[in-house]
């Protein structure tokens, strides 16, 4: 099983990014995936969820209106447009899959819920 995070890099406030996450390893058009992202000196944080036909999807609060998950399950990937980036949303960013079906709202942003992580793409937004 394999997740890669990719696409993070530096943006001024108010920016854009799209961040992708490309699996192998498994059968990707079974599992629902989560994004989570870790700030320096912090926890690690449920950014999003998107089940495996997009049908349910789970934003924090505080990324609500400004990012979009989606997925391609043609293409074992899964996107979050981010928008209207804030300074507070530094942070490293990580892809997992939910193992299982869809999580009871509110687990999706446990971490523990997760059997799988990529590694991070890091995302810094500063002027």
């Known amino acids: 099983v394999q997740l890669q995070a990719s696409g993070g890099g530096l943006v001024q406030p108010g920016g854009s990014l799209r961040l992708s996450c490309a699996a192998s390893?498994?059968?990707?058009?079974?599992?629902?995936i989560g994004w989570f992202r870790q700030a320096p000196g912090k926890g690690r944080e449920g950014v999003s969820y998107i089940s495996v036909s997009g049908g349910r999807i789970f934003y924090a609060n505080s990324v609500k209106g400004r990012f979009t998950v989606s997925r391609e399950n043609a293409k074992d990937t899964v996107y979050l447009q981010m928008n209207s980036l804030k300074v507070e949303d530094t942070a490293v960013y990580f892809c997992?899959?939910?193992?299982?079906?869809?999580?009871?709202?509110?687990?999706?942003?446990?971490?523990?819920?997760?059997?799988?992580w990529g590694q991070g793409t890091l995302v810094t937004v500063s002027s």
């Open positions: 390893g498994f059968s990707f058009d079974r599992y629902g």
């Open positions: 997992a899959r939910y193992p299982g079906s869809n999580p009871i709202a509110g687990l999706w942003a446990v971490p523990s819920q997760y059997d799988s």
